[in-house]
């Protein structure tokens, strides 16, 4: 019989691919963060996030009025990232300052980045309501499709009941967007994404969901602004 270092090393030699390691949760849990906002989210579209909200007032503004970008920083916000997340608090406040600096790359390509209020600018606040890493050791071996593997037939029914896999990573977050030298709110959305019952070489850093998660989102962000004045070569993020 093989050991579980054995059976976790042929997993990585089989299984080693390039695929997305995430995927777009079924539902999220609201934290607070958007405030008065939170009872006009409405469920999104295929492509947009799992909860968004719109103002009517988008459709009036002419297209390519905003030319500038003005990014707090990312916060860790509400009793997910406070409390029930075990991760210490330097972990996790590192994933927020990664959320901001890709955020920042992201949009820089599109739009002059600023440092306070002004004319014909939008402001954007956003905050991680929870990150959870993986149990890289357990997720291996929850990968592996062999005889009286319970833990890889527990993890596919999880999977097929609630939309995430067992022992994968996660996180969520809250945004929203608004003319920064009027401050009415423009937009907003929340989503949440999880890990896929996947095995690559990326998989034994227990922070590559969440890392994956927050690429995504922060192309994700990108590409729906493209959309919104109207761009010509706006590219979606791959799933």
């Given amino acids: 019989m093989r050991s579980l270092p054995q059976i976790v090393l042929l997993a990585m030699i089989a299984l080693l ?20 906002l939170a009872p006009l989210m409405q469920k999104g579209k295929e492509g947009e996030a799992l909860l968004v909200y ?17 990014l707090e920083p990312v916060t860790l916000w ?27 790359q992201s949009l820089s390509k599109d ?10 600018t939008l402001r954007i606040q ?22 009286m593997n319970y833990l890889a037939l527990a993890s596919f029914l999880k999977d097929l009941g609630t939309g995430k896999p067992l022992f ?27 890990g896929k019952r996947h095995l690559d070489s990326k998989s034994f850093d227990s922070w590559d969901d969440v890392h994956q998660t927050l690429a995504f989102w922060a192309e994700q962000l990108r590409y729906r602004l493209c959309q919104e004045r109207g761009g010509s070569n706006c ?5």
């Avoid at 695929?19 to 849990?29: D, I, P, V, W």
């Avoid at 590219?235 to 799933?239: A, I, L, S």
């Fill in 17 to 36: 691919v390039g695929c997305k390691s995430t995927k777009q949760a079924r539902s999220m849990e609201q934290v607070g963060f958007l405030g008065d």
């Fill in 54 to 70: 719109k103002s009517p007032r988008v459709a009036l503004i002419p297209r390519g009025t905003y030319k500038k970008m003005l």
């Fill in 78 to 104: 509400g009793p997910p990232a406070a409390e029930q997340n075990t991760a210490p608090q330097k972990e996790l406040q590192s994933v927020a300052d990664m959320m901001y600096s890709l955020m920042y």
């Fill in 111 to 120: 739009y002059e980045m600023v440092s306070t209020p002004g004319p014909n």
């Fill in 126 to 147: 956003a905050a991680i309501t929870r990150a959870d890493h993986s149990y890289v050791v357990l997720r291996a071996v929850s990968t592996i499709p062999a005889p």
């Fill in 168 to 194: 994968v990573g996660e996180a969520s977050i809250e945004g929203k967007i608004s003319d920064a030298q009027t401050g009415e709110v423009l937009g907003a959305s929340a989503d949440r994404r999880v």
């Fill in 235 to 239: 590219t979606p993020p791959k799933e």
